[in-house]
């Protein structure tokens, strides 16, 4: 609970310090005077929201995004799998996509303005193609990186190919691929706006570029603001379905920095003393073990685990 | 045991014969045994002992049909195997359980492939599971039980798709001696109402003695020879002559 007011709390500094800066139009090195205040962009993002545009805009970037990141999803693995499995399509395939991989997708875009009859199919190809790689390459490794036995012991139960590949390869390289979406989807969101920006007709990125040519810089923000929620969310739906269908990986006890560090009293001269954190109590085992002999060794093991 | 003819499929209550013909085995470029010809009986249990590195995993393997011979044949029955088959089983010496399925998920695996419907999986996997006594474990992941446990739903595993030769490599090898001995009565029992013909790889002389009703020993890149186990069963049995007499053969053989 005391985590989430911290989180809270560091926002509304966050947005304190920039409320501040721009009201005081404070003019160091870097300049806040033309800034938009932290009310300003409210007041814009209020007036927005009532309108339909904001709404508009808010449902096609979305659609382009869910659309390439899906079918960079399906693709990604299909490839992954297939370049990891089979020699022939390593072959065929891996030279193509080891020369396409580096090219940004956004400098994509003439080719999608070339290859697709409208920006809308472009905006989804190059969204796609950002996100197709990561996912591609992260299912690769992980299907390279399966337990052999897994699929020996399949193989020596009469599995064939299919069955190998369905209860296996994909629910055994699930982990790995759903590191790729988490970065695929990241990726698709930063194409999606670019590629908005440049050749669209409505969405966020188009919004966001058209209020700055007007210099309508409130506006500017009210999109960034967009971007980030929506970004926020759609990665978080990834990490949360990655983490459900992953839910037998074992997990380990040990929660970072949230672990309650428990309190060891140790009497010295008759006065209790609390140890606590590794500094200090490192020292105290190893004074029991040379009194203890070889039990102390156990004791002091079975007190870090 | 009243259950298992309701388990067993009838076509795996038979065990089959196999045969490996002057094969020698191992990776391409890499024959770790030469000259082999072992028959392994249809039914019976044969124990294969030898150090650690002599080629027992790779003899296993190829039997399986993982590995092919690099020269001769192995053979069940008469028909020549080109490739692993459900009439294989093999159990691991590592856990070779699926992680993601729980126990019962996984001893369903093998039924599921040779389309038992759903409903009959289930309770089939249960019974299995039962006769290993893991039935309260049923509904865990494999890294929730312990070593011996993942074991056991191993050879539950194994024995659900009514295999006709069970082929064990080291199973038992990472357990503690008790759980080891246990698991060795346990092995013994369960295969008694199945009839299938077994390969126990291991390299502990005495686990060999007990399981087997015969041995075979591998020392330098051969099966040095197969010896009978005089019968009954008995754990240790050092002050019957004959046994203490063949372990002493066995552990003073060549290369062991």
Redesign the interface.
């Known amino acids: 609970m005391s985590r989430y007011v911290l989180r809270v709390a560091s926002l509304a500094a966050a947005l304190g310090l920039w409320q501040l800066l721009t009201s005081l139009k404070v003019d160091l090195w870097l300049r806040f005077s033309q800034f938009p205040t932290v009310a300003d962009i409210a007041r814009a993002f209020a007036d927005r929201v009532s309108g339909d545009d904001y709404w508009t805009d808010l449902t096609d970037s979305l659609s382009r995004i869910l659309t390439g990141f899906a079918l960079a999803a399906v693709l990604g693995v299909a490839t992954g799998v297939l370049v990891a499995r089979s020699r022939l399509a390593e072959d065929l395939l891996g030279p193509v996509l080891e020369v396409l991989r580096p090219i940004p997708a956004i400098a994509l875009v003439p080719v999608a303005i070339l290859l697709f009859p409208s920006d809308e199919q472009g905006i989804v190809f190059i969204t796609c193609t950002a996100a197709f790689f990561p996912v591609m390459v992260s299912t690769r490794h992980a299907v390279r990186a399966l337990t052999p036995?897994?699929e020996?012991?399949?193989?020596?139960?009469?599995?064939g190919r299919w069955?190998i590949l369905g209860?296996?390869v994909l629910?055994?390289a699930?982990p790995g691929i759903f590191g790729g979406l988490s970065v695929g989807i990241g990726v698709s969101w930063i194409c999606v706006i670019s590629a908005e920006m440049i050749s669209g007709q409505y969405g966020v990125g188009y919004r966001t570029w058209q209020d700055y040519t007007i210099v309508n810089y409130p506006g500017v923000f009210v999109g960034m603001v967009t971007i980030g929620v929506l970004g926020w969310i759609t990665s978080t739906a990834v990490e949360l379905l990655g983490r459900w269908l992953?839910r037998?990986?074992?997990r380990t006890s040990y929660v970072p920095g949230g672990r309650p560090r428990p309190e060891v009293h140790t009497v010295t001269d008759g006065a209790p003393v609390a140890v606590r954190g590794d500094g200090e109590s490192q020292q105290q085992p190893d004074a029991q073990q040379q009194d203890r002999g070889d039990t102390g060794q156990e004791a002091r093991d079975e007190y870090f685990v | 045991m009243s259950t298992s003819s309701e388990v067993a499929a009838p076509e795996g209550a038979r065990g089959a014969r196999l045969t490996l013909d002057a094969a020698v085995l191992g990776r391409p470029g890499a024959p770790v045994l030469h000259d082999v010809a072992l028959d392994v009986r249809a039914g019976e249990i044969l124990t294969v002992v030898g150090p650690s590195g002599c080629g027992k995993s790779t003899l296993l393997r190829t039997l399986a049909g993982l590995l092919s011979p690099l020269a001769g044949t192995v053979s069940q029955d008469g028909t020549v195997v080109t490739g692993p088959s459900a009439d294989r089983a093999l159990v691991f010496q590592e856990d070779a359980l699926l992680p993601w399925r729980t126990l019962r998920g996984n001893v369903e695996l093998p039924l599921a492939i040779r389309g038992v419907a759903r409903s009959g999986r289930r309770a089939q996997a249960e019974s299995w599971l039962g006769r290993v006594g893991l039935a309260a474990q049923a509904g865990q992941l494999p890294h929730r039980v312990s070593g011996g446990q993942s074991q056991r739903a191993q050879l539950a595993r194994a024995l659900a798709g009514s295999p006709r030769v069970v082929l064990m490599d080291e199973p038992f090898g990472a357990l503690d001696t008790q759980t080891r001995s246990g698991m060795q009565d346990l092995l013994v029992e369960v295969l008694r109402g199945t009839g299938a013909t077994v390969v126990f790889v291991t390299h502990d002389v005495d686990e060999a003695l007990f399981l087997g009703d015969r041995v075979a020993l591998l020392a330098a890149g051969r099966v040095a020879s197969v010896r009978d186990v005089p019968r009954p069963r008995e754990r240790g049995a050092l002050d019957d002559p004959a046994r203490a007499a063949l372990r002493r053969a066995v552990l003073s053989s060549p290369g062991i």
Do not use: Q
């Open positions: 036995v897994w020996e012991a399949v193989r020596t139960m009469g599995g069955r209860s296996v629910p055994g699930l992953t037998w990986l074992p």
